[in-house]
């Protein structure tokens, strides 16, 4: 916990950090609080169609006649939701399967990596979509797609650890000293892991939300009237002459979003890798 | 020390590792790492196993604590095979039989205090409470020559010889009755070897201890053991008592060895005994025995036949046609 | 100047930031190294004897610097002679390789392994002498041949990783001799071979001194090589010069307690399960240094003025050095 502090320190003393932090921190309470933040709500009609924005819609209104700017607002909720429950899905299966791949090696290792690789092979938008057509659409079915399609990085990323870790004179040591398995994977290998499995949890939150930005722009994922960056994205398309802030600022937060998480990711990498030597 | 048992008895052991090569990464030929290696270790003994890079010296201890697999031969521990017993038999005999690493930077967990390094052991093999646990500790660390406020430290705080110190103590804080010690000196200043090695015997006759002793360093084998065995190739060329070997070495490798070592006095004068060519690599030993492209006496038996290993002298067993 | 090189008032810093002064890992050394002679410089970890011997070829690795006042005088092959500290970093590089040639501790990590032997020893005539591509093979080869390397012709067209340890440093002898320095800085050049290995090398650098007017300084922390190879030896103790003579003096008469002390804590070949001597007591980390001598806690004969004044580096007798109270005059405020 003690070590927790420290990192955060360390993050806010990089610029790239501070910023990352700062920005994620401001999506996060716009998602929170959305209900106080928007004037009018996502679904209600609340003005003259195809509006520019003005000082009562800050970001103008679609074709709907919807505040926009409340639509970004609960957007927000849909991006982080659907992000942190996907990486979650994908990093605990991942982080388990890694970590058995790891450790025991031999045949288990080959099996689970196998199937990792033919999931790898696919372009994950196309893997997602193909979930999502068997799974039925949704918000729930979409987090699910997006963890499956995410698990693989997660077991790659954790093997490799584990066996690093493996070679280490002071998990030889262990051995030698007849700590059982299950003791030497939490006390000795895991701390080793939490590292890289930490930068690409963050890195996977960035490609979990572009993944559903296009899947709910492509008509899968999240449906209307719910509010999606991706979706308002798509209805855009039709207005891009007349209304172009309907796509403007669906695109602008989808991508500013993305961009703080691989900041932050970089940033984070960059303070626990030469803490990983220790 | 010809009164005390036989605690540790190994038979014939071998342990090959593969190489894997093409592209389905079939087996295609084996590094054999450890050949036929015998002797004995007796109670209160230390046995000092020296030999060159490569030779196998590092593997054998190894092997002999199952950390590697044997790939056949025979471990007999107080009697017992320890090639018999499954994992988590051989788990449980750990608490008796523990290894010193060379590297005292490495080998020691770099997040836990010398307080919860010291504490695993323990907590892997007894049940004790946190006071019963805290005494352990105390006395061991007494014992190695490190004070409580050290307990509390990290180990990238202390220098070399004292993190070889923590690792010693946290090989004996079970009491084990037998310590394969590998290279533990290696990565020490001189004066600091004094130390470790000072130590190391001062805790063999307190808790009366055999010790496994592998090292390349021939002064510090002969000052520490009673009986030594020279490795070469993954063989033992030549066993004896520590004084017969290093007095009268019978074996030409024994012979070019000790006859290598850097002179103690700049007056003294040598006589070298010079060793053209490389060690062949152990993935293809050659036949016969395994020193013949290099020695001065090769015959066309060496060429053809591994030479067995035979008695001498009472205790002095050489493995050499030169004595057949 | 008759001497090869002169090494005086030589200091090492790190620097700490702005706010604290620079911590000095060597102070005051003070090596003079004649021609032809093989200088031994010995001490364990830390002593400041590697950083020393780099700083000669002003190879010092950022962020180390030298201190105000140190000088280095060498004597160039042309005779002239030549304040290395004040060279530029053009003129160091002619002065490398041609006139001062080092050799390291890990001959596997010395050579590029993108590179073949050949174009690995012609990398360094390419640089000093001007020969047609043929004449460059030629001297490689002899080279190969001069360091008993078997089947040269073939060692050429190999690459490092094809070859074992004790081989790679024959080559490195071989590139650092090729075009006959004056002087060859050798770092721990066999403490990672084994010690059949290490006698070849050895053996084969006391050989290779008939036919080379080369000096060699050997830095090593093993008294043992130190025995086979050297004449005159310069013993290092917390950055510091403590002893200096000739190698008999060294072994058979050491003035200071260090030295006797690393003598004592060696192991002969005649020891027997006895308890070994040893130095209590550990090395004093740099910025640490106490103000009087800096062995002064460890040393069994610890006098008051030792622990208040630090001691020169003074002749106690002909050609032997000595920092210590026991050996030096006190100074006449002591007395009395």
Redesign the interface.
């Known amino acids: 916990m003690k070590r927790f502090g420290q990192i955060l320190r360390e993050l806010w003393r990089d610029p790239m950090g501070r910023i990352g932090m700062l920005g994620i921190f401001l999506v996060i309470l716009m998602a929170v609080f959305a209900p106080q933040l928007s004037h009018f709500g996502p679904e209600k009609m609340v003005g003259l169609p195809k509006a520019p924005p003005s000082s009562e819609f800050w970001f103008g209104t679609d074709n709907y006649g919807r505040d926009i700017f409340s639509r970004i607002l609960y957007g927000a909720r849909v991006s982080l939701q659907v992000g942190i429950i996907a990486v979650g899905i994908a990093a605990t299966a991942g982080y388990v399967l890694g970590l058995i791949a790891g450790y025991f090696e031999g045949w288990v290792d080959r099996v689970i990596m196998c199937v990792m690789d033919i999931f790898f092979a696919f372009p994950s938008i196309l893997l997602a979509i193909f979930i999502s057509a068997v799974l039925g659409r949704g918000l729930v079915n979409t987090m699910i797609a997006i963890g499956i399609v995410n698990i693989p990085v997660f077991a790659r990323t954790v093997r490799a650890s584990v066996i690093s870790a493996k070679g280490?004179?002071?998990v030889?040591?262990?051995?030698?000293?007849?700590?059982?398995t299950g003791?030497i994977l939490i006390?000795?290998i895991s701390?080793n892991v939490v590292a890289p499995f930490t930068v690409q949890a963050t890195l996977a939150l960035s490609s979990a939300i572009l993944t559903e930005a296009s899947m709910s722009f492509l008509g899968l994922g999240i449906q209307p009237p719910d509010p999606s960056w991706g979706s308002m994205l798509s209805e855009a398309r039709t207005f891009m002459e007349q209304a172009p802030w309907m796509a403007v600022f669906p695109a602008l937060f989808i991508i500013v979003t993305i961009l703080l998480f691989n900041i932050l990711g970089d940033s984070l990498r960059d303070v626990l890798d030469p803490k990983l030597k220790? | 020390m010809s009164g005390h048992n036989v605690i540790l008895d190994v038979q014939n052991l071998q342990t090959y590792f593969p190489i894997q090569g093409g592209v389905v990464r079939k087996t295609v030929g084996y590094v054999h790492a450890v050949e036929d290696v015998s002797f004995q270790i007796r109670e209160q003994e230390t046995f000092g196993l020296v030999g060159?890079?490569g030779c196998g010296k590092s593997t054998t201890g190894r092997t002999i604590?199952r950390?590697i697999e044997p790939t056949s031969g025979h471990i007999y521990f107080d009697g017992q095979d320890l090639c018999a017993l499954d994992k988590e038999s051989m788990?449980?005999?750990?608490?008796d039989m523990?290894?010193v690493?060379q590297?005292p930077y490495?080998?020691?967990?770099?997040?836990?205090t010398v307080r919860k390094l010291l504490e695993?052991?323990l907590k892997?093999?007894f049940s004790l409470s946190q006071a019963g646990m805290d005494e352990q500790v105390l006395w061991i660390s007494q014992a190695v020559g490190l004070s409580p406020e050290q307990l509390e430290r990290y180990p990238?705080q202390f220098?070399g010889?004292q993190r070889q110190r923590i690792?010693i103590a946290?090989?004996l804080i079970t009491k084990p009755r037998f310590v394969v010690a590998d290279e533990p000196v290696s990565a020490l200043?001189?004066?600091?070897?004094?130390?470790i090695?000072?130590l190391l015997?001062?805790l063999q006759k307190d808790l009366k201890l055999s010790y496994l002793f592998i090292s390349?360093d021939?002064?510090?084998v002969?000052?520490?053991s009673?009986r030594v065995g020279v490795m070469y190739l993954g063989r033992i060329m030549e066993l004896g008592d520590?004084?017969d070997v290093?007095h009268t070495p019978m074996h030409p490798y024994t012979q070019?060895?000790l006859?290598?070592?850097?002179?103690?006095?700049?007056?003294?004068e040598k006589a070298?005994i010079?060793?053209e060519?490389?060690?062949p690599s152990p993935a293809s030993p050659p036949p016969g025995c395994a020193f013949h492209n290099r020695c001065p006496h090769c015959t066309a038996a060496c060429k053809e036949q591994v030479p067995e290993s035979r008695e001498l002298s009472p205790g002095h067993w050489v493995a050499c046609h030169l004595y057949d | 100047m008759d001497h090869l090189l002169e090494i005086r008032n030589l200091s090492i810093e790190l620097p700490q930031g702005r706010r604290k002064p620079p911590v000095k890992l060597v102070e005051g050394v003070d090596l003079t190294v004649r021609k032809k002679q093989n200088f031994g410089v010995v001490g364990?970890?830390g002593c400041g004897k590697s950083i020393t011997c780099s700083s000669i070829m002003g190879l010092l690795s950022f962020p180390l610097s030298l201190g105000q006042g140190s000088s280095i005088r060498f004597q160039q092959g042309d005779g002239r002679e030549v304040e290395i500290t004040g060279l530029s970093k053009a003129e160091l590089r002619k002065l490398r390789g041609r006139d001062i040639s080092m050799i390291f501790q890990e001959p596997m990590t010395a050579l590029d392994p993108m590179y073949t032997i050949e174009e690995q020893i012609c990398e360094s005539l390419l640089f000093h002498a001007s020969l047609s591509k043929a004449e460059m093979h030629d001297a490689a080869l002899e080279m190969l041949r001069k360091v008993k390397i078997?089947r040269p012709e073939q060692i050429l067209k190999d690459y490092p990783h094809h070859l074992?340890g004790?081989?790679l440093q024959r080559v490195m002898i071989a590139i650092a001799l090729i075009n006959n320095p004056r002087l060859l800085i050798a770092d721990e050049p066999t403490t990672a071979l084994?010690?059949?290995?290490?006698?070849?090398i050895?053996?084969l650098m006391n050989e290779l001194r008939e036919s080379y007017d080369t000096s060699v300084i050997m830095i090593t922390?093993?008294?043992?090589?130190?025995?086979?190879t050297?004449e005159e030896v310069a013993v290092f103790y917390a950055g510091q010069v403590v002893e200096q003579s000739d190698?008999?003096t060294i072994?058979?008469a050491p003035a200071h307690p260090y030295t006797a002390?690393?003598l004592r804590?060696?192991?002969?070949?005649g020891?027997?399960?006895q308890?070994?001597?040893?130095?209590q007591g550990?090395v004093p980390t740099a910025g640490n240094f106490s103000v009087g001598c800096r062995f002064a806690d460890r040393c069994e004969h610890c006098m008051d003025i030792c622990r208040n004044r630090a001691p020169a580096l003074s002749e106690i007798s002909p050609g032997h050095l000595c920092r210590c109270w026991l050996h030096a005059d006190t100074p006449k405020e002591e007395t009395a």
Request: a neutral charge; hydrophobic letters at 35%.
């Open positions: 280490l004179e002071y030889q040591n262990a051995k030698s000293v007849g700590v059982r003791a006390r000795h701390p220790l | 060159e890079s604590l950390l788990r449980q005999k750990r608490r523990q290894l690493f590297d490495a080998s020691l967990n770099p997040r836990m695993e052991p892997t093999h990238h220098s010889g690792s946290r090989a200043d001189v004066s600091i070897q004094a130390q090695l000072n015997m001062g390349h021939l002064n510090v002969r000052h520490i009673n520590t004084e290093y070019a060895l006859s290598a070592i850097p002179k103690r006095d700049p007056s003294e070298r010079r060793l060519g490389d060690v | 364990e970890s078997p074992s004790g081989m084994d010690v059949t290995i290490q006698a070849q050895l053996d922390h093993d008294l043992g090589v130190i025995a086979e050297c190698v008999n072994f058979h002390g690393l804590s060696v192991l002969s070949l020891g027997a399960q308890e070994l001597y040893t130095i550990t």
